[in-house]
């Protein structure tokens, strides 16, 4: 069955980094498009950014312009997040999601606080 599985997530203080990676398998990950949402508490889950199935296009919410970039591997079945500048309003569940399939990971927690 699909699944996805997400890691990465933790604390980090204002200004760190983090790489988030989501593990897929059940189903053939390099045909589909991939995307990373977040969700923090009392607020809707939001897009962050968007791939498609081979890498080359990539589309970002405003929010992380410049400071998050999401990639790739589609031979290690694998999506990744790699987020920096990061501050207190980017402390979020983040979600692996497949649009097509509408799949959800079950997310990993990112908390940003010194």
């Known amino acids: 069955q699909v699944q996805l599985v997400e890691s990465g997530g933790g604390l980090v203080q204002p200004g760190g980094s983090l790489k988030l990676s989501c593990t897929a398998s059940g189903f053939t990950f390099s045909s589909y498009a991939m995307s990373w949402y977040r969700q923090a508490p009392g607020k809707e889950r939001e897009l962050v950014a968007h791939?498609?199935?081979?890498?080359?296009?990539?589309n970002y919410a405003d929010f992380v312009k410049g400071r998050f970039t999401i990639s790739r591997d589609n031979a290690k079945n694998t999506l990744y997040l790699q987020m920096h500048s990061l501050n207190s309003e980017d402390t979020a569940m983040y979600y692996c999601f497949i649009p097509r399939l509408r799949f959800w990971g079950q997310g990993t927690q990112v908390t940003v606080s010194s």
């Open positions: 791939i498609f199935r081979s890498g080359d296009i990539t």
